[in-house]
Structure formats: C-alpha cells, structure tokens
C-alpha cells in the first residue's frame, strides 16, 4: 500500500503554491499564475466554498470550491482537508481551465469536481 505525506501546513497561504505557468491548448498562449490566499466564501460572497485567490497574468480570478466536497472527504478520510491541499485543488482546477482558455474572474467548483480532483491531485 503507498501512502502519500500530507502537505505540511505551514508558512505563508501565497507560498503553499509556487508560481507556474498553464500554456492553452487552445490559443497557445501561456498564462503567469500565482497563488494569494484562501477564505471562507461565506463571509464575502455569502457562497458555501472555500476561495482560493490567484493572480493570472496579474489580474485577480477566485476559485471557489464547494464546501460540501470538504464534509465527503472528512466523512471518508476521517481528517479535514489542510488549506495547503485545497490550494493544490484549487490550482489543478485553474490549471484545467486555462488550457481550455476558460478565463474568468470567479470560477465555482461543484462538489463532484472537487471530489475528482482530490483524487487526481492524489490526496488520502
């Protein structure tokens, strides 16, 4: 059986991602992304997500994950997902995105897509 470290917690919420780079499949074009930092949707935008905040290219884009999929996966991992690995969720679903040149400011991340991803990032 592997088992896989849990992302440590600690330091800055705009250090748990290093910058990267998405180049579209679409255009070609490669995008600039750093990683901010992550809130509580509720208190700003009266969703039920966890916001993760990015720069793309300089300009501000949130990704909100459902909170729903953080209450399956305590439920079936017996642990709360750390912000370190819902920044890495909320990464691979920008990521995503942006090789399909689907840019926009606010991305809301249904359930099932958070799910998938935890999985896809590889998180136990």
Same mark, same amino acid.
């Not at 750093?34 to 990015?54: C, E, L, Q, Y």
């Not at 399956?72 to 920044?87: G, M, N, Q, W, Y």
């Not at 890495?88 to 099932?112: C, M, T």
């Given at each position: ?64 994950? #459902? ?7 305590? $439920?079936?991992?017996? *642990?709360? =997902?750390? @912000?370190?690995?819902? %920044?890495? /969720?909320? #990464? ?7 090789? $399909?040149?689907?840019? *926009?400011? =606010?991305? @809301?991340?249904?359930? %099932?897509? /958070? ?10």
């Amino acid at each position: 059986m592997t088992t896989r470290p849990v992302l440590a917690n600690a330091g800055a919420m705009s250090q748990f991602i290093a910058p990267f780079e998405v180049t579209s499949k679409l255009s070609g074009q490669t995008y600039q992304c750093r990683s901010a930092h992550m809130w509580n949707g509720s208190a700003t935008r009266h969703a039920d997500t966890i916001d993760a905040k990015f720069f793309v290219d300089g300009e501000a884009h949130v990704v909100g994950l #459902a909170h729903t999929a953080f209450v399956k996966f305590r $439920e079936k991992a017996r *642990r709360d =997902l750390t @912000d370190r690995e819902a %920044s890495f /969720v909320a #990464a691979e679903y920008l990521r995503e995105r942006l090789e $399909e040149d689907d840019i *926009r400011p =606010l991305y @809301d991340v249904p359930e %099932s897509e /958070v799910l998938r991803l935890i999985e896809l990032v590889g998180i136990k």
